[in-house]
């Protein structure tokens, strides 16, 4: 398990933590493929990020984001996730697997709520990230896989240096280990847009929580509209081959 401390002990006081330099230097310390579960809230920020990975690691997207508001929303993102993983694996020949938690909002609302007038990217946004990492945490743990991680640091809009710490902090509470990251360097993000228009992916306007979609002005009730309308025609989609099996 890597320390936090050891890791800045690398880099000169004052000086930001290059996350993407310590996730390739755990690559290349890895002798053989280990098993990876990857929190993602939408396909955006797992295109290039499974991209990158499956060329080291077997990776399974881990979809909980009880943040996502309206549950119509939720739905939608939730399809076109897989629908990204099943095209995916049939362009690449990966075979990437996907699990989906149980949308409860109600346990999510109880430790943001709060700070809902927090900005975004702020203390409510902390919380958010520390909250859905630890859920990864414990599936992984629960599921025997070697490391958890996050497609969010891909985001620009995400802190890469909060979430890799409080990732690296979470681990200690389980026996699984974290993986950092930086995925939007080295043109991460650039990739990830190029990817968006190959796969003809969604992209949506807003994070995903209430509180940041009133803060933006967003019509909720267009979005659940839009949301309500994928679903309907796609709800019979069969996304059974990226299922990942729990009795292995
Ligand atoms: S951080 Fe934003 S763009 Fe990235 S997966 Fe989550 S909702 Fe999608
Ligand atoms: S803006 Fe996004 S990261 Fe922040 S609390 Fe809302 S859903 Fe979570």
Not at 127 to 138: H, N, P
Not at 203 to 217: I, P, T
Request: net charge neutral.
């Amino acid at each position: 398990m890597l320390d936090y401390d050891e890791i800045k002990r690398q880099f000169e006081p004052g000086q930001k933590v290059n996350f993407d330099r310590i996730l390739q230097q755990v690559i290349q310390g890895w002798q053989q493929r280990p098993k990876l579960l990857l929190h993602s809230c939408c396909a955006l920020c797992s295109t290039y990020t499974l991209e990158y990975l499956t060329q080291h690691a077997d990776v399974t997207v881990y979809f909980d984001n009880p943040n996502i508001h309206p549950r119509m929303e939720y739905e939608r993102r939730k399809l076109v996730q897989q629908r990204f993983i099943q095209d995916f694996n049939a362009r690449t020949g990966q075979h990437v697997q996907f699990i989906a938690a149980d949308y409860r909002p109600s346990e999510w609302l109880a430790v943001t709520a709060a700070l809902k007038d927090a900005p975004e990217g702020g203390a409510r946004c902390h919380v958010c990230y520390q909250f859905r990492l630890d859920r990864v945490a414990k599936q992984a743990q629960a599921l025997g896989f070697d490391y958890f991680g996050s497609a969010l640091t891909i985001s620009p809009k995400k802190d890469a240096q909060v979430i890799n710490t409080e990732g690296l902090e979470i681990q200690h509470l389980y026996n699984v280990s974290y993986l950092p990251s930086d995925f939007k360097k080295r043109g991460g993000f650039a990739r990830s847009v190029a990817m968006c228009h190959e796969y003809d992916v969604y992209r949506q306007c807003y994070c995903g929580c209430l509180f940041a979609a009133k803060q933006q002005g967003i019509d909720l009730a267009q979005v659940n509209r839009e949301a309500s309308q994928y679903v309907d025609a796609h709800r019979h989609d069969n996304f059974d081959q990226i299922q990942f099996h729990f009795n292995r």
